[in-house]
């Protein structure tokens, strides 16, 4: 009975003293100095699990085999120890380490800043370390965008996990990052014309100002448009979209929240922002906080009459162009479909390191590492990629080599258009067009056309049949010394992994939704340069082919307006055509800035 007394008061006494230490670890945890704002790490992915705070999200880590972790709307996700990943930009993310691991090489944070010229945004990462992306040692710590030899402004957009840069902004281009601040109180980036003061004004006036007025950090009074230091928050009008402006900002400096939909229900979808009031949001996750209570019933645009099927164009703001009978709505609202349907899409299982940023045609090799940083060998035994690679040793990639395209090779092409026709994709894509008047025929009838329009042989060139709409798109050609074609992804880590190919960098990288990702870069194919190549990567074969089969029966040499993922993109398809009608892809490729 005295043991058991003496248990229940040990029991008793304890608790409060576990519950108290409890709290005041998770106090010193949710006050770490290593905790990185508006950052992720972009490595495998151990476990993700529910979180209602990050240091929760690090207690997790704490307690099992990790190493990072990334916490970011209430989910927490635990990397794996071997590959973390790099330190890259997420709005409202919060990462860090195990707490057992030392944070001596400091915290950095993710800004908003923008490009002079054009006015995008980007999120800029400080501070970094190196002046190059992969140097392996030495350089500076910098506080501050860094000066090109031309004199441009620029910063770094993903750091390793020594704050290394890994990857910068486009460094033709300048960098403004308003009037944020770093720790010595100077200007982020503040090139020569931009919107921001020059950095000792800045700094003058900030001293003045403090002297002036003892007002608090945490209020905008006497502080509306005036800079501020990392952590604190801010009262200029690049708090919103970075979600850190003080609670009087609105009131106190007189303006109104971007990250609303307020007097924008129904808006056109705009590139870039992550606060959206359009009848697309909810499914791209994109919708601004109060889409559902301000915008309770999604606007909807009354069709307009459909004209008659025909050559000629007509325009709408509501709809955009129609052409042939149908509308860039009508394309956009399919190409969306088309995408949410792509049972082989393998996005997921591939990811790419787009090094460093380069621009149109630099032959300069900046990207130490390859392009395809992982592709999961199980894409390769499903059944449409198993037939896609049996067509690789079929051409030649010089043009000026006639294809002697055996009856082999022939059957190896109706077995792959087979295996596309069984798919959902390409079921949706001849519903489409029945319904649109663009092809009346059956099945058999759409198998034969693709086959005409992509796999029929022709010359580029004195008359030798060295080339194909299929060849020249998914594959590539050479002619003169020059890199053509190669837009498939597939068959790029197919080359890439037979070290057959060099990536050398990029200059734009867009996210479809998370079902790919678009690519604009260069690279080296052997001695040839492909100067400027686009690609989508992640997406099928059988999605590829029936994106740009559609859009050169919907709307010939004109340009194709699509989305993809609420991403907007142009395809551009040329054809020859020859007497009696018959027609050839010559060309088909994508761009992120229609």
């Known amino acids: 009975q005295q043991q058991r007394h003496l248990v229940r008061m040990l029991t008793l006494y304890s608790l409060p003293f576990l519950f108290i230490l409890s709290a005041v670890f998770r106090v010193a945890c949710s006050d770490s100095a290593c905790h990185e704002e508006n950052l992720m790490y972009n490595g495998e992915t151990a476990s993700v699990s529910n979180a209602r705070t990050a240091v929760d999200c690090q207690v ?62 980007i999120l800029c990462v400080f ?73 000792a004004t800045t700094t003058k006036r900030t001293t003045t100002t403090t002297k002036k007025s ?17 952590g604190e928050c801010q009262c200029n009008n690049q708090c919103f979209s970075f979600g850190d402006c003080c609670s009087d900002y609105t009131t106190t400096c007189q303006v109104s929240n971007p990250n609303t939909c307020t007097g ?61 009978g149908v ?38 090799d900046c990207s130490r590492n390859p392009l395809f940083s992982k592709v999961d060998t199980s894409i390769l035994r499903k059944p449409v990629y198993q037939k896609l690679t049996a067509l690789y040793e079929n051409y030649d990639s010089d ?17 792959f258009l087979s295996e596309i026709m069984k798919s959902k994709v390409m079921t949706k894509t001849l519903s489409f067009l029945k319904s649109k008047k663009l092809f009346t025929k059956s099945s058999n009838e759409f198998k034969k056309l693709l086959k005409e329009l ?35 992804w597939v068959y790029f880590q197919h080359l890439e992994k037979k070290n057959e190919l060099n990536y050398l960098g990029h200059w734009e990288k867009v996210d479809l939704g998370g079902k790919g990702t678009g690519l604009s870069f260069t690279f080296k194919w052997g001695e040839e340069q492909k100067p400027f190549a686009s690609m989508l990567v992640g997406t099928s074969p059988e999605f590829e082919l029936a994106l740009y089969t559609t859009c050169l029966l919907a709307r010939g040499d004109e340009k194709c307006s699509i989305t993809l993922g609420g991403q907007p993109v142009a395809i551009t398809t040329h054809v020859f055509t020859r007497p009696g009608g018959v027609r050839y892809i010559a060309s088909s490729f994508m761009d992120w800035k229609p």
């Open 454 to 488: 992509w796999f029929d042989v022709y010359s580029r060139g004195k008359r030798i049949l060295g080339s194909s709409g299929f060849e020249h798109v998914f594959l590539g050609e050479k002619k003169a010394g020059k890199v053509q074609g190669f837009h498939n």
């Open 327 to 364: 509308s860039d709505l009508d394309l956009r609202t399919f190409s969306e479909d088309l995408l949410a349907s792509d049972e082989d899409n393998v996005a997921r299982l591939v990811e790419v390191d787009t090094g460093c940023t380069t621009r149109v045609g630099r032959p300069t």
């Open 127 to 199: 501070p970094f370390v190196g002046e190059n992306p992969g140097q392996k040692s030495g350089g500076s710590t910098h506080e501050n965008c860094l000066k090109t030899k031309k004199g441009h402004y620029w910063c770094a957009t993903r750091l390793n996990l020594d704050n290394r840069v890994s990857s910068t902004s486009v460094q033709n281009r300048d960098i403004d990052c308003g009037q944020r601040v770093n720790s010595k109180n100077e200007l982020l980036c503040s090139p020569p014309g931009s919107d921001s003061p020059a950095k």
């Open 60 to 121: 997790q880590c704490d307690n099992t085999r990790c190493s990072y972790w990334t916490w970011l709307s209430g989910k927490c996700e635990l990397k794996r120890i071997a590959k973390p990943g790099d330190k890259v930009p997420k709005r409202g993310a919060i990462s860090g380490a195990k707490s057992s691991k030392s944070c001596d090489k400091g915290p950095v944070k993710a800004v908003p800043c923008k490009y002079t010229d054009t006015k995008e945004e």
């Open 399 to 415: 043009v000026a080599v006639k294809e002697d395209r055996t009856r082999a090779e022939q059957n190896e092409e109706d077995v």
């Open 264 to 324: 924008k229900c129904g808006a056109k979808f705009q590139r870039g922002k992550d606060c959206q009031c359009n009848v697309g949001c909810e499914k791209f996750k994109n919708c601004c906080p109060d889409y559902s209570k301000t915008c309770p019933v999604t606007p909807t645009t009354k069709p307009a009459a459909k004209p008659a099927a025909s050559a000629s164009a007509s325009s709408n703001k509501n709809v955009g162009v129609t052409l042939n």
């Open 214 to 230: 003892k007002t608090s950090r945490s209020s905008c009074s006497s502080r509306c448009g005036k800079p501020a230091g990392l």
